[in-house]
Each structure stands twice: as structure tokens, then as C-alpha cells.
């Protein structure tokens, strides 16, 4: 068999948690795939060109198909929309544009029903300045609600209090309230004032509405911009060298800790294990890993500097050992995200290659941690070319959000309606339908790396290992040598108890042999090595999953 004659690959990083402690019972939050859902592009019921929660009720067998474990919504709140839902005007109903109350709570019932968990967004940095307490706040300096916002007066040069830049546009962190004479704080838009945690009627009040929609049903918040919620009431100036990177990158304050501490122990006193996973905006990974706290924050908190990594196997291999180095001493479990609502489609980032986008999926998958899917990334979507004249989102993200096609029909799905977005190009052949009816086609290798981690402890939950693979040429191949050939392959070893799988991903457009792995081929970016041994070569910009020989 290939490899059998060589030295087994190397161990260059060292296992953290032990095989078995991760692998026998670990909390749901551990093993599942999630899906993120942007309700608006998802799927319409109604015929008004917006998506809705009806319009993801219609679509939950595609994610039952599909095999995903649990489901993450982007807001679906009250709100004016300047923000498109993140700027929340009431955190306790929905915007009759996605529906009702009632329909947010057939949703998660329905999706329980299939076994499927439900995760919502849960804002708790800002509000909108349409929220009741932001126009009770702002009606005088005297009100009791006056000090649920933050508010300074002008700082010496008759400006704002301090240099934090807003996300988008480079502008002040601040506006001037003019009846008033004082400025507030908005991280975001001057529509999202920030809200001041060090308040404890605001924290009361952000933990009623965790109780809000945990009573409800769901099983967990993603939380937006969390590390934020904490501020040094000095509110002092960022670094001059910095800037205009915005504030929401840069911050970092002790004062968050004790605040999670205690959403953590919101969230375990109810049954059922309650999850948060943070959107921790720092692209430092270890101080993305402080917000596990020990153990008493946050359950799960998005890392991301994989994200903005290039597809280059060095890159990659530096993000796995960095994220492994940082988290697994701390006994925290990583997530792992290639695309989402605020970034460019990862199959665009990546230059736009079908086959890179199917070796990602492998990537993605094969890893330690919950990965993250986002909605139509099973299909390999990418971003839609948005003319100026439909541009609608004050942060330039409408490309990552266009709307799901559903079938190859002219309307895709949507029920005749102009989307609220463009489509993606090439919708006649990245479409669910097309692509189900198709066994070849990127749909289908995700559904068969989900069904593969599910059945598999290791890939679900086992422990990893990067590996030494070897750098010899593969038959045929004419490339520059063995060191550049070296540094095409990343490879990794999953194992929980008796189980193992091996995970090897060619960031290379040439074949690249690998030593030392001799087995089974259980899923792979080209289907038709699959269930075959392992002959030693990893296909150009493929990926493979492989069940190692037992001696």
C-alpha cells in the first residue's frame, strides 16, 4: 500500500486536551455544524422581495438534508433598519417585515421538532436612537434613563470627547446632541448609540431580554461586538499610530469580564445547556481566547483572523498551530468561519475557483472546533456584483448578502419578486435545486463531510495534530522541488479514542505527495476517490479525508 514503507508523519503540534475528554460527552455546542441564516436573503413567503421567517420554515428540510445540527439568525427585531436589523428599536418582538412574534416561535418549535437547534442574535453593545430608552434618554440630561446611554460633554477643543473612529466612513465615534450640548457614544452609526453597561439597570435590562427569548425556546445568542460592552468610564484615546482603524478593532477592557461572568451564569441556570458564542472583533487570537475567561464566559467566541487569511498552506498552517496554542491550553474550543454577513464570500476572496471552494469545505469541516456555515456557502455562492444604484448598506457589504437561489426558474424561488439585492452570477448553476439533482456537485460534498464528521468522534470532537507529510514530488510532476512542494500540503490528524481520520488539504494547483498515510479515502473534494485506498497523492486544489489502516 502507498506509505506503508515510510516513517509515520510527525507531530508538530501538541495535543492539548486528551482524545477521550473531548470525545465522549461533549456539550451540543461542541459537535454540531452550525448555519448562519441572514434572514432577509434567505427565503420569501410572501412576495415582497424580503426574506422572512415563514420563507425559512419553507426551507428547513433543506437543512435537515443538508445535515446541519443547528441554526444561527441574524436579527429579525424591531428596527428601522438603518443598520439592517442591528440597530434594534425593540428587543422583545419582531419586525413585521420577517413576520410575527408568533411566527419566531413556530420557527423554533418546528425546528426542534427536527431536531435542529435554534440560535438567535442577541445586540448588546447598541441600540437604535429609535428605541424607547434612547428617546427617553436623550428628551433631557435630568431624565433616570439619561445614563443607560453614554454621554460626555465636548472634549477641550469644543469636539468630540475623545479620537474613536466609527465603523465606516471614518468618522467621530460621537455626535453631538445639540438640545443638550453633550455628545453621545456610537461605535457604529450615529443610529446606534452604545449603551453603558457599567449601569446596572442596563444590565438588568439586557439580561430580561436574554430571559425574553431563552423562555421562548431558543438555545443560545450569538452575541454581537460583546467585547465592547465593558469600557473604561475614563473612555481614553486610542493610539494616534492607529488611526482610523475603527474603535470597535482596538477594543479591549477588562471591565467586559465580570459581565460575561455573569451572562454565563444566566445562561447555566436555565436547562437544557444555553449557549453564547461572541463575535470577539480583536484579530489577535490570544486575546480572542481571554473571553473564555476559565471557563466561566463565553462558551464560544469567533476567531477571526483564519477568516482574513489567505489560501496559502503556510498561512493556514500558522492559523491551526496559533489557534491550537492559544485555546488548548485554556481548555477552550475553537470556531472556525470562512464567510459570513460582513465579508466577502470566501469563494471570492479565494479567487473565485469551484475547486478551491470545494478543498475550503474540506478545511473547514476537518477541523477542531464548531464550524460555521454561512447560507449558501453549501452551493459555493459568490458575491453579487451590486451596481452603484442598488448599493443599500452603509458598511459596503451587499455583495456577501444576496439572496439564496432556490431553483433555476427565472425568479429563483422567490415568488416573482424583485429581491431587496441582486442575485450572485452564475445562479444557473449554483442553485439548491440544480445542485441536489446533481451528486457530483459541491452541495453534495458538503452533505457528505457533515454526515462524515457526525458519525466520525474524531472529526466530531477528537483531538488534532498537525502533521509532517513529506515533500517528495507526486509521479509526473515537474515542479520546482521538494521544498515548495513542502509547503503545499497542510495535514492533520483527528483522534478520539479509537477513532482517527487524517485531513490533508493541497493549497497547490499541482498534485503533491505526501508520506506516511496509509487507508481509506472516506470523503473527498473529487468524489470519485472516494472508498478507494489512499494512493499517496493529493489531487491539485483538493482535499481529502482519510480513515487510517489499523495495524
Not at 159 to 166: E, I, L, S
Not at 237 to 245: A, E, F, M, T, W
Not at 319 to 344: C, F, K, M, Y
Not at 417 to 425: E, H, I
Request: some cysteine.
Amino acid at each position: 500500500m502507498p506509505g506503508s514503507t515510510n516513517p509515520p508523519p510527525q507531530t508538530t503540534v501538541t495535543d492539548h486536551v486528551s482524545d477521550n475528554a473531548m470525545a465522549s460527552h461533549p456539550p451540543w455546542w461542541q459537535s454540531i455544524v452550525a448555519y448562519q441564516i441572514y434572514p432577509r436573503s434567505f427565503a420569501d413567503s410572501n412576495g415582497d422581495g424580503i426574506g422572512d421567517i415563514d420563507g425559512i420554515r419553507a426551507h428547513l428540510d433543506h437543512l435537515v438534508w443538508l445535515g446541519v445540527d443547528a441554526i444561527w439568525l441574524s436579527p429579525v427585531y424591531r428596527s428601522p433598519m438603518a443598520d439592517f436589523g442591528y440597530d434594534i428599536s425593540d428587543h422583545c418582538d419582531v419586525d413585521p417585515l420577517f413576520g410575527t412574534l408568533d411566527d419566531a416561535k413556530a420557527l423554533i418549535d418546528e425546528a426542534h421538532e427536527l431536531g435542529l437547534r435554534v440560535i438567535v442574535d442577541f445586540v448588546p453593545n447598541h441600540t437604535s436612537d429609535a428605541h424607547d430608552w434612547f428617546r427617553a434618554a436623550r428628551s433631557s440630561p435630568d431624565h433616570p434613563m439619561r445614563d443607560w446611554y453614554i454621554w460626555r460633554p465636548p472634549g477641550p477643543d469644543g469636539g468630540p470627547p475623545n479620537n474613536w473612529v466609527a465603523s465606516w466612513g471614518d468618522t467621530p465615534a460621537w455626535t453631538l446632541d445639540e438640545a443638550s450640548g453633550e455628545y453621545y457614544l456610537h461605535c457604529f452609526l450615529s443610529a446606534q448609540p452604545d449603551l453603558n453597561w457599567a449601569n446596572p439597570e442596563v444590565v438588568a435590562a439586557m439580561h430580561d431580554v436574554l430571559r425574553f427569548w431563552l423562555d421562548l425556546g431558543v438555545d443560545g445568542f450569538r452575541a454581537d461586538v460583546v467585547h465592547l460592552i465593558g469600557k473604561d468610564p475614563a473612555l481614553p484615546d486610542d493610539d494616534p499610530d492607529l488611526l482610523p482603524i475603527p474603535h470597535v478593532a482596538l477594543h479591549h477592557d477588562p471591565a467586559t469580564h465580570p459581565l460575561l461572568a455573569d451572562i454565563r451564569a444566566l445562561l447555566d441556570a436555565y436547562p437544557g445547556d444555553r449557549m453564547m458564542v461572541g463575535e470577539i472583533y480583536l484579530l489577535d487570537t490570544s486575546l480572542v481566547a481571554e473571553y473564555y475567561g476559565n471557563g466561566d464566559e463565553l462558551h464560544l467566541c469567533f476567531n477571526f483572523p483564519p477568516l482574513y487569511a489567505p489560501w496559502d498552506a503556510g498561512s493556514w498552517r500558522r492559523q491551526i498551530e496559533r489557534t491550537e496554542a492559544e485555546l488548548g491550553p485554556r481548555g477552550a474550543w475553537p470556531t472556525w468561519v470562512l464567510s459570513n454577513h460582513d465579508n466577502p464570500r470566501h469563494r471570492t476572496r479565494y479567487g473565485g475557483s469551484e475547486a478551491i471552494a470545494r478543498a475550503a469545505a474540506v478545511l473547514l469541516l476537518g477541523l477542531r472546533g464548531t464550524p460555521f456555515l454561512y447560507a449558501g456557502e453549501e452551493i459555493g455562492m459568490i458575491d453579487a456584483e451590486v451596481p452603484s444604484e442598488a448599493v443599500v448598506d452603509p458598511g459596503g457589504r451587499d455583495g456577501c448578502r444576496a439572496p439564496i437561489p432556490w431553483t433555476s426558474d427565472a425568479d429563483h424561488g422567490w415568488r416573482g419578486a424583485t429581491p431587496w439585492l441582486p442575485f450572485a452570477p452564475a445562479t444557473e448553476v449554483t442553485d439548491v435545486a440544480t445542485q441536489r439533482d446533481d451528486p457530483s456537485s459541491i452541495l453534495h460534498l458538503y452533505r457528505r463531510l457533515i454526515a462524515a464528521r457526525r458519525a466520525s468522534p474524531a472529526l466530531r470532537s477528537g483531538s488534532l495534530s498537525l502533521l509532517d507529510v513529506g515533500a517528495r514530488p507526486a509521479p509526473g510532476d515537474t515542479g520546482t522541488g521538494a521544498a515548495a512542494h513542502h509547503e503545499s500540503v497542510v495535514a492533520w490528524r483527528r483522534v478520539a479514542g479509537d477513532d482517527e481520520r487524517v485531513v490533508m488539504v493541497n493549497f497547490s494547483d499541482r498534485p503533491q505527495h505526501v508520506d506516511g498515510i496509509d487507508g481509506t479515502v472516506e470523503v473527498a473534494t473529487d468524489a470519485s476517490l472516494e472508498q478507494r485506498s489512499f494512493d499517496g497523492v493529493v489531487p491539485p486544489d483538493g482535499a481529502l479525508v482519510v480513515r487510517p489502516a489499523r495495524t
